[in-house]
């Protein structure tokens, strides 16, 4: 039997006398009420039409409320099937307790305070006990069917507080909605419809509700929702990392029989809603249906979507419930097409409520009670406004849809506030949660006497349940073994080696399409002929028994060079690894074999021993040219150990090959970084190994005698691109270093002799102008003023010469002293302002922080400042700008020195710190006071830098170590706190 079938006699055996008895007393009802409403008067007269049609209405209200209270049976099973069958009796004994509760306290006071005489539109004041019902138009019957709406709001909550609520705790809920919650907040909205002459204060703004979508469903969903977070979620529900599981559903075709009658019983409730019976009656029910399937179909395919094209029926039932929430307040007012839309967009939105209350808000409701009556509610409350013909509202559509709204919230503040306060006292007051270990054997037994018929049942349903587990998981097993036979299959077709299975015969049983492919056989030609006719009996496999002693007991053979024969019996040579294939028992029934073509291999590994023997070839070459070329050349690993050294640098430095491999080659020559005479620029710290190095260095050879090369660096790289070591090349200079030296001391011979008679000659000339020789007319002053200007010239000559020799020579002592950059270049910048301001230059200056303190000679960096800012004016546009900037930059401090002048192209910016160089000859220079100011800064070990733009200006950059917090300390400058 299927299991639909299964579940649904399941069901109905629980259910089924109940039913039965239930539909007759039904239907007698119905015909006894239709019987007992015509008047005593009939049989003496012929009754009027107005009397039919009075008639006619009480029978269609209490055939409607009949309808509304079968609603009962579609809320037991709809939350019995949705929970755990271990709390099933539990639901269905709650709802019965709330109906019955209803029933009398509903009588007592709650008719009362919602359609008695109204008190400023706030509550009703009579009626009470039904007293005086009677003499109004409908009478009982409508207070009969307002009776049975009441019900339906108080027995929402009990499903999202099932399976871990006290019953106590239902029953004053029940009282509490029942007598105070409902009542008053229906008086609001419905308190005129017994009384046409008054209205609630809700009902005076034009608040529209028909069928009550949010009076009977939000009200009731709402108090759901103050419960469900208050008691908790069930045990189980959440797992430590917040996520939510499955529980409950354990009959769903019951579930879906109650979902029928409640869609029955919706007929009633929205169709009774007139209290009469006309035309209308027909679009109300007609539009109640259509939102139903819009809700259920939406659902249906929302489900599908979400669950990867698996239907989810729990989601159409929730939909399908949601659409005839939400149709109640305006299904005598909108179109059938309005019905549509107000079911798609309920439908999506209880699924979407459902998941939030769940996943987000953490709030377990085991029957989506909230997420349909408290949502789907607001949803059609606030959605006929802006759906329904605009002749059936009470405003414009903007000022109808801010009423329904605040109608809607009004509804959410009284029944969830009041619903939580109660909730949260009663809770302190008596334990509203039944005890884990009750939720844990379930309230059937802990609430429910007579459980022995249950637990029969629930043995049969589990033995049902596990008979069909039991079939599903076979026909998953078989479904998986189906699977992975075709994947089993796809992998060994595409598998790129060959493979064979033989039986212990050695005959063969299978092969994959690769090795049909490898030799040139067709599958069917293989099956059944010997393994002897893919490879030689006489080498290889047989040749050592080698699968023989497979079968012995080895087990496996692993990569065994072999040969396999084509169907040309041409040799292929393969790796060959095989495994022994056995049955149940353990006892060997075949071998498998995977062979790998090895003929690219062999191929490769040929290839690359004739590289090799190039790459030797090739080597032999090397070393040849290095012997034959008359430069020193040597080759260093990547730690600067030797590896080879050329006859030229065996002549050069004195050192055989075999004396100097695997020496440090830095001190081997003397050039590690720090000894005197390395004069590669840039170095600072180890050279690396990745970029090329030129420049001039000292080295020793082995006798000490020291000579001067130019030399070269460049990287090793293999095949990849990688550095593996350094070429390094050395040329002896020492003629030339010797011939420069001369060259030195004769310009300082020669400075030293010109400055002599030129601070002579400077010395008469200032006597002259100033006239302490006599008068001078015009023309002798003018050029006396020329012979001033050019001694000025000379002197200013010799002086950079002078400077350039003793810093080559290194007769020049530079201090290392912290000095306060900051403090220097304020001093420097009052030396040049006169002749900024007689310029009209502007300055600008920005420091980091005032205390930056490098490490240098303090005269020696007012000399560089002093350069780089007159130069600065001197190369400025009058009216121009100059800008000092200080910073720290990691472990320096950086200087910027720019203007807005001139600008450098980018051609001169190479050689700007050459000697005698000068970028714009218009300006009078030496061209000697940036190389001098570049020595300076690299002896200070710094670095300088220049950026320029032609017609933009210049920066100049220096960068001077920092000085440390230790040396600050030792030289007094900080205390050491």
């Known amino acids: ?140 019957a409508f207070a009969f069917f307002q009776l049975v709406f009441a019900a339906v709001a108080v027995t929402i909550f009990t499903g999202a507080m099932a399976e871990r609520t006290r019953l106590s705790a239902i029953i004053w809920s029940s009282i509490l909605i029942t007598t105070i919650i409902y009542p008053i907040y229906g008086h609001w909205v419905w308190g005129g419809y017994f009384h046409h002459e008054q209205a609630g204060w809700l009902a005076r703004l034009g608040f529209i509700d028909f069928a009550g979508s949010t009076v009977v469903h939000s009200v009731g969903g709402w108090f759901a929702l103050a419960g469900a977070m208050i008691v908790g979620p069930r045990i189980g529900k959440y797992n430590k990392d917040g996520t939510a599981n499955k529980m409950g559903g354990h009959n769903m075709p019951l579930a879906t029989i109650g979902t029928f009658f409640l869609w029955f019983g919706w007929f009633g409730f929205n169709g009774g809603s007139a209290l009469k019976v006309d035309a209308s009656v027909g679009l109300t029910i007609m539009n109640t249906n259509i939102a139903a399937g819009a809700g259920g179909v939406t659902c249906l395919l929302f489900g599908w979507l979400k669950n990867q094209r698996k239907f989810d029926v729990e989601a159409t039932l929730l939909g399908t419930l949601g659409g005839l929430v939400a149709i109640c307040a305006g299904s005598s007012r909108v179109e059938p097409w309005g019905a549509l839309v107000i079911g798609i967009v309920a439908g999506c939105l209880v699924l979407l409520g459902k998941d939030f209350i769940e996943k987000v808000l953490k709030i377990d409701d085991p029957v989506g009670a909230v997420t349909v009556h408290g949502i789907g509610g607001a949803v059609g409350t606030v959605a006929l406004a802006l759906i329904a013909p605009f002749h059936t509202l009470h405003h414009d ?68 349940d596990l008979t069909v587990m039991l079939e599903k998981r076979v026909q998953e097993r078989t479904q998986q073994l189906a699977l992975a036979k075709k994947y089993t299959d796809g992998i060994i077709k595409g598998m790129r080696e060959s ?50 002693k497979l079968l012995d007991g080895e087990g496996i053979i692993h990569d065994y060079s072999t040969n396999f024969l084509t169907r040309d019996k041409q040799p292929v040579p393969v790796l060959f690894t095989g495994s022994i294939l056995k049955d149940e028992a353990g006892r060997p029934v075949g071998m498998v074999g995977i062979a790998r073509d090895m003929r690219e291999t062999v191929q490769l590994i040929q290839t690359l021993q004739r590289t090799n023997a190039e790459l030797g070839a090739s080597n032999e070459r090397f070393q040849t040219v290095m012997r034959s070329v008359r430069v020193p050349i040597a080759t260093i690993d990547m730690k600067r150990n030797v590896l080879s050294v050329n006859s030229a640098f065996e002549g050069l430095m004195g050192w055989r090959q075999e004396e100097v491999s695997g020496r440090n080659f830095d001190v081997l020559l003397g050039l590690a970084v720090g000894t005197k005479g390395f004069t590669i620029e840039g170095a600072v710290g180890p050279l690396p190994m990745s970029a090329t190095w030129m420049g001039k260095a000292v080295i020793m050879n082995r006798n000490g005698r020291q000579i001067d090369v130019s030399y070269t660096e460049a990287p090793l790289k ?36 010109l400055r002599t008679p030129l601070t002579s000659i400077k010395g008469y000339v200032d006597l002259m102008l100033e006239g302490d020789t006599g008068p001078v007319n015009e023309t002798q002053k003018e050029f006396l003023q ?91 546009r009058p009216t121009g700008c100059i800008g000092v900037w200080v ?24 050689r700007l710190f050459q000697k005698f160089f000068r970028a714009d000859t218009s300006v009078w220079g030496t061209g000697l006071g940036l190389a001098i100011v570049k020595s300076i800064v690299e002896k200070l070990g710094g670095e300088i830098s220049v950026k320029s733009k032609l017609g933009e200006g210049t920066t100049f950059t220096i960068r001077l170590p920092l000085c440390g917090r230790d040396t600050l300390v030792s030289k007094g400058v900080i205390n050491n706190q």
């Not at 403090?823 to 910048?829: D, N, R, Y």
């Open 1 to 140: 039997m299927p299991l639909y079938n299964r579940n649904l006699q399941s069901g109905f055996r629980i259910q089924n006398s109940g039913f039965r008895i239930l539909f007759i007393l039904t239907v007698a009802f119905c015909i006894l009420n239709s019987i007992f409403c015509i008047p005593s008067s009939y049989a003496q007269a012929a009754p009027s039409l107005a009397e039919l049609k009075r008639n006619l209405d009480i029978l269609w209200v209490l055939a409607a409320s009949a309808m509304v209270f079968f609603m009962q049976v579609g809320f037991t099973a709809f939350q019995a099937g949705s929970v755990q069958a271990k709390n099933a009796i539990s639901i269905a004994l709650k709802n019965f307790t709330v109906v019955i509760l209803c029933s009398v306290f509903y009588f007592l006071c709650g008719f009362g305070l919602m359609f008695g005489k109204s008190l400023v539109g706030l509550i009703g004041t009579n009626y009470f006990f039904f007293d005086g019902v009677s003499g109004v138009f409908l009478g009982y």
């Open 397 to 464: 559509r903007l000022m109808q849809v801010g009423i329904q709204f605040l109608g809607v919230t009004v509804a959410f503040a009284w029944s969830f506030g009041l619903g939580l306060l109660f909730f949260w006292v009663g809770n302190k007051i008596m334990r509203l949660r039944v005890s884990p270990e009750e939720e844990a054997k379930g309230l059937n037994i802990a609430e429910y006497e007579d459980v022995t018929s249950w637990l029969n049942f629930a043995r049969i349903s589990k033995l049902q």
């Open 499 to 548: 493979l064979i299975v033989t039986d212990t015969q050695w005959d063969i049983r299978d092969v994959n399409p690769t090795l049909e492919l490898l030799l040139g056989y067709k599958r069917p030609e293989l099956l059944g002929k010997p393994v002897s006719i893919l490879v030689d009996r006489d080498e290889g496999l047989f040749k050592e028994h080698t699968l023989q």
């Open 718 to 753: 293999d095949f990849s691109g990688n550095p593996t070591g350094m070429v390094c090349t050395m040329e002896d200079i020492s003629r030339e270093a010797e011939i420069d030296r001369m060259k030195t001391e004769f310009i300082s011979t020669v400075s030293h002799e």
């Open 786 to 876: 020329i012979v001033a200007q050019s001694s000025n010239r000379l002197t200013q000559l010799i002086n950079d010469l002078l400077d350039v020799e003793r810093i080559e020579s290194e007769k020049v002592f530079f201090k290392k002293e912290p000095v306060n950059v900051v403090l220097v270049i304020h001093q420097v910048l009052r030396t040049f302002q006169k002749e900024m301001e007689k310029k009209g230059i502007h300055l600008k200056t920005g420091f980091e922080r005032e205390d930056l303190v490098a490490e240098g000679d303090r005269g020696r960096i007012e000399q560089v400042l002093a350069n780089l800012i007159s130069n600065a004016i001197k190369y400025n």
């Open 887 to 910: 910073r720290q930059e990691n472990h320096l401090v950086r200087i910027d020195v720019e203007d807005s002048g001139i600008g450098i192209s980018e051609e001169d910016q190479r």
